[in-house]
């Protein structure tokens, strides 16, 4: 049991680079794949150079597997035309495929854990409320530079292609604020989480 809990984020990463490859293999567009994975990648080599100074907690790795997983499957399909989303959108009469919506959400749920993990450990911000709420603001904050970020490489591209199928705004000039609004809803859902089981361990389990 030991010897998995030590070697369980390599695990993840083994099945991360599987599901990876899958997705490159014959994407819908290719040039919407290679944008979709500039940040993945930096991100991963980021993970493997600093894992010998810096380890996450197994909770934080499994987060982060399901968040790059579910970005492994949009940069396949595109996130305007995931499949399981499309046959949703048909099926219930749906304005637009939502995928995008979800994983936006889940950026939010998702990278709140690891996030406060640096930010504790690395920074040295304390732990408790303080530290809760500096992790709020720190997701909020780059799921906003995100979007703008994500805006300028668009503009500076000027590929129709990767307006539609990247940006993914699919009609909706309100897109980026919405996906930045759900961001930071996950990001507040987890910080409730986080907060009312701290209460719990606190007052019930003491």
């Known amino acids: ?24 293999i014959e994407p819908k567009y290719r040039s919407v794949w290679i944008d979709e ?40 399909y595109s996130y305007a035309e995931m499949p399981l989303f499309d046959l949703l959108k048909d099926n219930y009469d749906l304005s ?3 995928y995008d919506r979800v994983v936006h959400f889940l950026f939010g749920v998702l990278f709140f854990a690891p996030v406060y993990e640096i930010l504790v450990r690395v920074f040295r911000v304390p732990k408790g409320w303080r530290g809760l709420f500096i992790t709020f603001l720190v997701i909020s904050a780059f799921k906003s530079l995100f979007e703008v970020i ?22 909706d000039a309100w897109d980026s604020q919405k996906d930045v609004s759900l961001g930071v809803l996950g990001a507040g ?18």
């Open 96 to 98: 637009r495929n939502h």
């Open 189 to 206: 859902i987890s910080w409730i989480i986080v907060s009312l089981r701290s209460v719990f361990k606190r007052k019930v389990l003491k």
């Open 150 to 171: 994500e805006y300028s490489y668009v503009w500076v591209r000027a590929d129709p292609l990767t307006v539609t199928n990247y940006l993914g705004e699919q009609g």
């Open 37 to 76: 994975n500039i940040f993945p990648v930096v991100f991963m080599i980021l993970l493997v150079v600093s894992y010998r100074w810096f380890k996450f907690s197994n909770l934080s790795y499994s987060l982060l597997f399901v968040f790059m997983v579910l970005h492994a499957i949009g940069g396949h």
């Open 1 to 24: 049991m030991g010897k998995f809990k030590d070697n369980y984020p390599k695990i993840l990463f083994a099945l991360y680079f599987i599901i990876w490859i899958w997705a490159a």
